[in-house]
């Protein structure tokens, strides 16, 4: 079964204490991964597209990798207001149609 | 360009009533999509529009139906509200689908008591 699995749920960190965030996949045919940053009462908003293992995209302060099994969303010195929920997507491609798999997102919490 | 947009942000209906979610994009996609989150479950697909005249079920279509009107708008219909169905409702738009990331509007938050 397709599945994305995202961890941890929660991170509290200090400003300026980097971290990684994890999204492990289990997907066949898997077209692109995608990472999504959600304020609350908002629609998720489009970071980065990874396509192939090995793909790294940076901006500002993330930084997103990809692996044949996992992507990591990297946050460097971060600030307060890089709080939010960060959502991990893959697209699939299933019997020759195509279905997006979102992650149930890791909140964030950056204190001053 | 106002992206995607939804109508209403915000709405309460009884056990029964029927409704209709609008969205409406201005970026020219070919794509559109209606979601449902809820906690702990992730945005989950429930119809999507692949190109303007065609419609195909996400993972999660009971009880709803949809309607691509023209390139611009897709709308979704509760035609008789339950609990279950309970939700923060989001529209995205793709400009291919293949692959692409996705723009999404503000939310529609539904309670049917």
């Known amino acids: 079964e397709d599945q994305v699995t995202q961890s941890p749920e929660a991170l509290r960190l200090q400003e300026g204490e980097s971290s990684s965030l994890n999204c492990s996949y289990t997907v066949s045919g898997l077209r692109g991964l995608f990472w999504y940053r959600q304020d609350p009462g908002k629609g998720p908003e489009f970071l980065f597209t990874?396509?192939?293992a090995g793909e790294e995209k940076e901006k500002e302060r993330l930084k997103a990798t990809l692996t044949k099994k996992e992507s990591f969303l990297h946050i460097t010195a971060p600030k307060p207001e890089d709080s939010a929920t960060y959502l991990c997507?893959?697209?699939?491609?299933?019997?020759?149609?195509?279905?997006?798999?979102f992650g149930t997102g890791t909140r964030l919490k950056v204190l001053a | 360009n106002a992206g995607v947009t939804q109508t209403p942000k915000f709405q309460v209906l009884k056990t029964g009533q029927s409704m209709t979610l609008q969205c409406a994009q201005d970026m020219n996609h070919n794509s559109m999509y209606w979601y449902r989150q809820d906690p702990g479950m992730g945005l989950r697909l429930i119809y999507y529009?692949?190109?303007?005249?065609?419609?195909d079920k996400g993972e999660v279509p009971n009880g709803y139906n949809v309607s691509r009107l023209n390139k611009r708008e897709f709308s979704l219909r509760l035609e008789s509200a339950a609990p279950s169905q309970t939700s923060v409702y989001f529209c995205?738009?793709?400009?291919?689908?293949?692959?692409?990331?996705?723009?999404f509007g503000p939310g529609t938050r539904l309670t049917v008591t």
């Open positions: 995205a738009s793709t400009e291919t689908g293949d692959p692409d990331e996705q723009y």
């Open positions: 990874l396509y192939s």
């Open positions: 997507a893959v697209q699939a491609t299933t019997s020759g149609t195509y279905k997006y798999i």
């Open positions: 529009s692949a190109s303007e005249g065609t419609t």
